[in-house]
């Protein structure tokens, strides 16, 4: 926990409610995102117990396994979410935009938006991700067959998750990952994973305290758990004789039906009170602006989108069991930058989150009292145009003299430190040369040196495009590392004939 968020836990506590830590909105949030919200049954390997599903407050839909141990009826259960599901990804694909790359000289295509799916907590993304790891090698034929949209939607889901360890990735997001992103409350961290309780600490209701909502929300009797996990006292108690009453009704139809509909009240009773807690938590970011750069990284996951649709149409594999060992240093790279860049970019959008660079001194805000627009520097081979400007700052200046600075005020302009100056009351000099950003000639563009009284932040955090690792081909994997991988067919392909008795995860 940083500094600054502890403050903000701190001052929480002391006022009642949670604390923004964020002046803007750092995820992509869709015009009709698809919330999914799961339940499993206690003491199985994630089997199914019920879902409910939407993409409108008022548009939810219930999806029941009345029997999560049966094999048939938990690929039941996958075949209803696929008719959910497939259909709402397939409508982000009627559109797309032609969009240049390799600096101009090619051309592709890219749709124009891309799914969005919301669960409560991130134990419902370790759901989706083994619910798709149980269904996309499923056979459609032969023994055990399935329907067809099953192992579709196991590949989309396993897309997904995989998407959703990308920092800045907002296809597959957590609501209460996504609200502590934004806000801090006077709770654990833990704690803040109980969707319930992280609102009733954001929006108590009435004239409640965050810490009085977030104790009544924790009583399962009025806030059931967000799931997928259940209340030990509701299984015993109210599940696990519905459950046996469905199955002692044999072939009896009524008895059936009548178990079903109990059945199916008592999962309703606890999936919708999560169902609404998820729409008020759409509400609240909705409520706050995107930050600039939150646009830029939805484009990327456009980008993935439209290249997996384009994978699965044109007959790709399914995603592997495991990954390789080149393909997982590859994607631990990928991963590392993506989460180095994320950072730099909440930062640039959000003040607030520039704040805590400031205690660690990579980051200082001062006001400019002296500039140069027109230095010219004429000791190379050829003058160049290096204007100068002296700011002064009461935040400890930790940088060294040399040191490459970036404002995100300009973030197409370097600043190098000539001079750093401690002065009285605590206030400190600091003399930087600019260069980039100002045009091709030796006089500056109008605008682009800061001018006398602007109040600027410059940082070591810099947007510059830092080169991908390179790594070996597959066929080139090292001895330390397995050697050159058997074929795919030989180990990440399932046992062609399973066990209709297998483990669902």
């Known amino acids: 926990?940083?500094?600054?968020?502890?403050?903000?836990?701190?001052?929480?506590?002391?006022?009642?409610?949670?604390?923004?830590?964020?002046?803007?909105?750092?995820?992509?949030?869709?015009?009709?995102?698809?919330?999914?919200?799961?339940?499993?049954?206690?003491?199985?390997?994630?089997?199914?117990?019920?879902?409910?599903?939407?993409?409108?407050?008022?548009?939810?839909?219930l999806l029941v396994v009345p029997q999560p141990r049966n094999r048939d009826q938990r690929f039941a259960f996958a075949a209803e979410l696929a008719a959910v599901a497939l259909p709402y990804f397939d409508g982000y694909r009627a559109g797309t935009e032609t969009i240049t790359v390799d600096r101009g000289r090619e051309v592709r295509q890219r749709y124009l938006d891309a799914p969005q799916v919301l669960v409560p907590n991130p134990a419902g993304v370790t759901f989706l991700r083994l619910l798709g790891r149980a269904t996309r090698f499923r056979r459609v034929d032969g023994d055990y067959p399935v329907p067809p949209q099953v192992p579709l939607l196991g590949r989309w889901l396993t897309f997904l998750t995989e998407r959703a360890e990308?920092?800045?990735?907002?296809?597959?997001?957590?609501?209460?990952?996504?609200?502590?992103?934004?806000?801090?409350?006077?709770?654990?961290?833990?704690?803040?994973?109980?969707?319930?309780?992280?609102?009733?600490?954001?929006?108590?209701?009435?004239?409640?305290?965050?810490?009085?909502?977030?104790?009544?929300?924790?009583?399962p009797a009025v806030c059931p758990p967000a799931g997928p996990a259940t209340d030990p006292e509701f299984d015993n108690r109210l599940l696990a004789p519905a459950i046996e009453a469905y199955a002692a009704a044999g072939d009896d139809e009524a008895a059936r039906a009548e178990a079903y509909a109990e059945l199916e009240r008592l999962l309703r009773d606890q999936l919708t009170p999560t169902w609404e807690l998820m729409w008020r938590g759409v509400g609240l970011l909705r409520a706050l602006p995107p930050g600039a750069r939150v646009a830029g990284r939805w484009e990327g996951d456009r980008d993935a989108f439209t290249a997996h649709a384009e994978h699965v149409d044109g007959g790709g594999a399914p995603q592997p069991r495991r990954d390789g060992a080149v393909a997982a240093a590859a994607r631990l790279h990928r991963l590392e930058r993506a989460a180095a860049s994320y950072a730099v970019q909440r930062a640039y959008d959000d003040p607030l989150v520039m704040a805590e660079h400031r205690l660690t001194g990579e980051a200082f805000v001062g006001e400019v009292v002296l500039a140069d627009p027109a230095r010219v520097d004429d000791s190379g081979k050829r003058p160049v145009l290096r204007p100068r400007i002296q700011l002064v700052t009461t935040d400890p200046v930790l940088v060294p003299v040399g040191a490459a600075l970036s404002s995100p005020a300009r973030s197409g302009q370097k600043a190098r430190v000539v001079f750093v100056t401690p002065v009285a009351d605590g206030k400190t000099e600091v003399v930087l040369?600019?260069?980039?950003?100002?045009?091709?000639?030796?006089?500056?563009?109008?605008?682009?040196?800061?001018?006398?009284?602007?109040?600027?932040?410059?940082?070591?955090?810099?947007?510059?495009?830092?080169?991908?690792g390179t790594f070996p081909t597959v066929e080139e994997t090292p001895w330390t590392h397995g050697g050159?991988?058997?074929?795919?067919?030989?180990?990440?392909?399932?046992?062609?004939?399973?066990?209709?008795?297998?483990?669902?995860?």
Do not use: F, K
């Not at 403050?7 to 002391?14: G, K, S, T």
């Not at 909105?25 to 919200?37: G, K, S, Y």
């Not at 709770?187 to 965050?210: N, Y």
């Open 433 to 468: 040369e600019l260069s980039g950003g100002m045009g091709r000639g030796l006089t500056a563009t109008p605008g682009s040196v800061p001018e006398v009284g602007e109040r600027l932040c410059y940082t070591t955090l810099s947007e510059a495009y830092v080169p991908g």
């Open 166 to 219: 990308r920092p800045g990735s907002s296809m597959l997001v957590a609501m209460t990952q996504a609200l502590t992103l934004h806000w801090a409350t006077g709770q654990s961290a833990v704690e803040d994973l109980h969707l319930p309780a992280l609102l009733g600490w954001i929006a108590p209701p009435g004239r409640m305290s965050g810490a009085e909502a977030a104790a009544l929300a924790e009583d």
């Open 1 to 61: 926990m940083s500094t600054l968020r502890a403050l903000a836990a701190a001052q929480a506590v002391a006022a009642g409610v949670a604390q923004p830590v964020a002046t803007v909105r750092h995820l992509h949030l869709a015009t009709r995102p698809l919330v999914l919200v799961p339940l499993a049954l206690a003491g199985e390997a994630n089997a199914p117990l019920a879902a409910m599903v939407g993409s409108a407050p008022g548009q939810g839909r």
């Open 484 to 505: 050159p991988p058997t074929p795919v067919s030989a180990v990440d392909m399932p046992d062609p004939d399973p066990a209709p008795d297998e483990e669902w995860a």
